[in-house]
């Protein structure tokens, strides 16, 4: 019988993965629509009011989906930036460098809707505990990343120099995680875990979830449309990148 196994690896070739990431964006952004759309309902409408916090916890449905991504999408930047710098694949690189500004975004929203809730909850906009400092880093590591990477002419030479700072800056990911654990800190402990049962209520942790969905479709769907323009700029010279950019203007 025939194999109906697909072929992943061809979509290593930035001529296949170009109209592949062109397909599932709209998807992805229609996926990230619908979710948010349901997650503020139930996050700002459904969903109690805190017992400690009143009105204001409601930020959560913001700030720690963001926060989540912040971390997970600089994980996947130094993934993809190593998988680039070991092999030698042009695809990773880019991918690489098109989830930086995403996971920067996502850093400065954990940031400022941190913010916005410390002031009611804790009396301050900002303190310097483990938690925060730590983000904070990871905002600085984010931007330092995308100006390394500028600062070199040669695209193959920038791509080598900046995965080697994504890669050392992982180890700034657990210090976030397990701050609160190693650290006296302001911030209380995770409330979904997955050793454990939630500690808020159902209401809640449905909005929290598909306000997590959301952001993550978000996310991909945001790489993968910078992802198609990196390449349409690094492969300009290439056929099929002409070809690409020739269907683009036509359609628009």
């Given at each position: 019988?025939?194999?109906?196994a697909i ?6 070739a ?9 397909r599932?964006?709209?998807w992805?952004?229609?996926v ?15 969903a ?13 449905f ?9 971390m997970?999408?600089?994980l ?8 680039g710098?070991?092999f ?5 690189s880019?991918?690489a ?14 940031l400022?809707?941190?913010a916005?809730?410390?002031k009611?909850?804790?009396g301050a906009?900002?303190?310097w505990?483990?938690?925060l400092t730590?983000?904070l ?8 990343y995308m100006?390394?990477?500028?600062a ?7 791509d080598r ?7 050392v800056?992982?180890?700034n990911?657990?210090i976030i995680y ?5 650290w ?5 402990g995770?409330?979904v875990?997955?050793t ?7 209401t ?8 997590a ?5 978000y ?16 492969e300009?010279?290439?056929a099929?990148?002409?070809a ?7 359609a628009?």
């Amino acid at each position: 019988m025939p194999s109906t196994a697909i072929n992943w690896f061809k979509y290593a070739a930035p001529q296949r993965f170009y109209p592949l990431a062109g397909r599932l964006v709209p998807w992805l952004m229609a996926v990230a629509l619908l979710l948010a759309a349901a997650g503020f309902y139930v996050g700002f409408f459904v969903a109690p009011t805190d017992a400690q916090q009143g009105e204001a916890y409601r930020i959560i449905f913001v700030h720690v989906p963001a926060a989540w991504m912040s971390m997970v999408v600089y994980l996947a930047m130094a993934f993809w930036a190593g998988i680039g710098l070991v092999f030698n694949a042009r695809l990773a690189s880019v991918l690489a460098l098109a989830l930086a500004p995403t996971g920067a975004l996502m850093t400065f929203l954990a940031l400022w809707t941190g913010a916005l809730w410390g002031k009611p909850t804790w009396g301050a906009w900002w303190v310097w505990d483990a938690r925060l400092t730590s983000e904070l880093i990871l905002l600085f590591l984010y931007l330092g990343y995308m100006s390394l990477h500028a600062a070199i002419e040669d695209p193959r030479r920038a791509d080598r120099a900046a995965a080697v700072l994504a890669l050392v800056g992982a180890v700034n990911v657990p210090i976030i995680y397990f701050s609160v654990k190693w650290w006296n800190t302001l911030h209380q402990g995770a409330s979904v875990s997955l050793t454990r049962a939630p500690s808020m209520a159902t209401t809640m942790l449905t909005g929290m979830l598909l306000m997590a969905l959301a952001f993550w479709a978000y996310c991909i769907a945001v790489a993968l449309m910078r992802t198609r323009l990196l390449l349409l700029e690094r492969e300009r010279d290439a056929a099929w990148a002409q070809a690409a950019t020739r269907q683009e203007r036509a359609a628009a």
